[in-house]
């Protein structure tokens, strides 16, 4: 049974799967807290562009850590 997910649009690796449990991680307060939080502090001031927050940082974290993990599971015979 296939699980449901949604799609995201990351700026860095693109379409992320997000699945059900991710989510209800991703809607506590104290996650979304990070959206507030800078990853490269003052980057912006020198390339308008490098807005990048702890929230954007931790999404592709959890995306990165999912491709690992799958890959570990596939090599369990």
């Keep these: 049974m296939e699980e449901t997910h949604e799609i995201l649009k990351d700026p860095v ?6 699945y ?8 506590k307060p104290i996650f979304q807290r990070l959206r507030n ?4 502090t003052g980057a912006d001031y020198a390339y308008p562009g490098a807005v990048h927050t702890r929230f954007s940082h931790s999404v592709g974290v959890m995306h990165v850590a999912g491709i690992f ?3 570990l599971l596939s090599k369990i015979p």
């Design 13 to 18: 690796h693109g379409y992320i799967k997000l």
């Design 69 to 71: 993990a799958e890959a």
């Design 20 to 27: 059900t449990h991710e989510k209800a991680i991703m809607d």
């Design 37 to 40: 939080v800078k990853q490269l």
